[in-house]
């Protein structure tokens, strides 16, 4: 089957990747906690498993992470566009931005930062490194607990997170999660044939 192929004009290195998920991290403590938004984040190991986060150091939650070790990774939905925005562009060194954007902060199952609890999915990190690239610090961090919405689980116990209406963010705009293509493997699993009735 032919493809649409493109012609290229060839750019200097740049940050392009996308889309990304805008997430919301909270980080310091029940008596003194942040969030903000970050999108460069993923997974880097399934076993154990490990993310990361890449943080500039002027920014007021690189100090809370550093002291305290630790982070919570919150997905983002639709509904919170307008609060992973605010979050982007406000700073915990001027604002409580939980009192801002109206987010409700609940304790964590095992790390000192709070977790959102209008986010579908908290994925509680434990740092385990921090390495200097040039604007950005990236932490490396063990997920230590998962703390995942029961409304989203199906009658097999399996988290359906495409119902939730996550968040992208593309080149500076966001964008709602389009119609599903297909899953993992679709491309090589054979198909149920239909028994001849005799």
């Known amino acids: 089957m032919p493809f649409d192929k493109y012609t290229k004009e060839v750019w200097k290195g740049s940050v392009i990747t996308s889309p990304l998920p805008p997430t919301l991290v909270t980080c310091g403590t029940e008596e003194k906690p942040n969030v903000f938004t970050v999108a460069w984040t993923g997974i880097l190991c399934t076993q154990p ?6 943080v500039r150091p002027e920014r007021y939650s690189y100090g809370l992470i550093s002291e305290t070790g630790e982070f919570v990774i919150n997905l983002a939905t639709e509904q919170l566009v307008k609060a992973v925005d605010l979050c982007g562009v406000k700073s915990g060194r001027n604002v409580d931005k939980f009192e801002l954007t109206g987010l409700t902060r609940e304790k964590a199952a095992a790390v000192s930062a709070p977790i959102i609890a209008e986010c579908p999915v908290n994925i509680e990190c434990k740092v385990r490194d921090k390495i ?3 604007t950005h610090d990236v932490f490396v ?3 230590l607990k998962i703390d995942a919405a029961k409304e989203l689980l199906d ?5 359906a997170l495409e119902k939730s209406g996550l968040l992208a963010y593309a080149h500076g705009d966001y964008f709602a999660l389009g119609k599903r293509l297909g899953n993992f493997g679709f491309s090589v699993r054979k198909k ?3 028994r001849k009735k005799h």
């Open 141 to 143: 961090a063990d997920i």
């Open 155 to 159: 009658e097999k116990g399996r988290l």
């Open 132 to 134: 200097s690239l040039g």
């Open 192 to 194: 149920n044939k239909k």
């Open 49 to 54: 498993p490990v993310t990361y986060i890449s």
